[in-house]
């Protein structure tokens, strides 16, 4: 078949009674007399492929789809600071954030503290990767900004190739922190090491139970390592901690040793062998163990 041009196609459209099939200028005008605020960088191809659109008053430049424009859409950085300022007015609480929360990461992302304000910094966990960090909740919802961590790995909780000794691992998070320490510390056989998806181990929690994945695994001795880092350890939060405890416990259950190795992020090479008691510690006591070798 022919590749008619656009005029040929909108002749042909027009002489079957059709619609005339819209062109990038048509598309210019419509937002122009819509929303004279607005340049369009792009060219338009159809309503359903995003192309570049200017804000003019704000500057934000932002790929956007033709037919979301039609339908009343407009600069998203604008609709997110007049969303703040409407949130600083009539506060929202807690369980109407939990709620925005939820839609706009779509459950991935939790808040672990108790609202307080549009922009007062509160504890978040990104459930993927199990970190937390402080965020205020005009970003995570209205600037949609997500998981710190993961976004300085590129987008998500990278996997990677980690050579010890001539054997190649794969690994996550700080797993190569917790091998050195085994091989360097502990004088494990690097070939005793597993790593990579481990068997999963059922644990309960909350009412419910998850899957557990540990990070590494010494077959000849059935023990497993978890490697933690003093925010995923959860000492800033009972919520976490308990979690961790809840599988280092069905871990035990299963016939497993279970060890956890925090990892000290800031500073040197620092890592702490938790004593096996600390599955049934407090908050308050592990916060103390571990603050104590910092
Ligand atoms: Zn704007
Ligand atoms: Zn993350």
Redesign the pocket.
């Known amino acids: 078949m022919k590749n008619l041009t656009l005029e040929e196609l909108n002749n042909s459209y027009q002489q079957r009674g059709m619609k005339r099939r819209k062109t990038h200028n048509d598309y210019v005008e419509e937002v122009a007399s819509k929303a004279p605020d607005m340049t369009v960088l792009g060219t338009y191809e159809t309503n359903k492929k995003s192309i570049l659109h200017k ?1 003019d ?2 500057g ?1 430049i932002w790929l956007l789809r033709p037919d979301k424009f039609i339908n009343g859409k407009r ?1 998203p ?2 609709a997110a600071e007049r969303n703040i300022l409407r949130c600083k007015e009539g506060n929202i609480g807690d369980g109407e954030y939990k709620e925005r929360l939820l839609k706009t990461h779509s459950g991935s992302i939790i808040s672990l503290e108790s609202y307080v304000t549009i922009s007062t910094h509160i504890l978040h966990k990104h459930l993927e990767c199990e970190r937390t960090w402080y965020a205020a909740p005009a970003n995570t919802i209205f600037r949609k900004s997500g998981c710190p961590h993961c976004d300085r790995e590129g987008g998500r909780y990278k996997k990677r190739s980690y050579n010890k000794n001539g054997k190649e691992f794969i690994i996550q998070g700080y797993e190569d922190r917790g091998i050195n320490y085994l091989v360097d510390i502990l004088k494990t056989p690097v070939e005793q090491i597993q790593t990579g998806k481990l068997k999963a181990i059922k644990y309960f929690y909350n009412n419910k139970f998850y899957n557990y994945y540990s990070d590494i695994l010494i077959k000849s001795t059935k023990t497993l390592y978890e490697i933690k880092s003093t925010y995923t350890l959860g000492l800033k939060s009972d919520d976490i901690l308990r979690r961790n405890q809840a599988k280092a416990i069905a871990s035990r259950e299963a016939g497993y040793i279970h060890k956890l190795l925090v990892v000290f992020v800031s500073g040197d090479d620092g890592v702490l062998l938790l004593p096996d008691n600390w599955v049934t510690m407090s908050l308050e006591d592990v916060v103390n163990l571990v603050g104590d070798k910092k």
Request: proline share 0%; aromatic share 0%; charged share 15%.
């Open positions: 804000h008053t704000c934000h600069c950085k604008c």
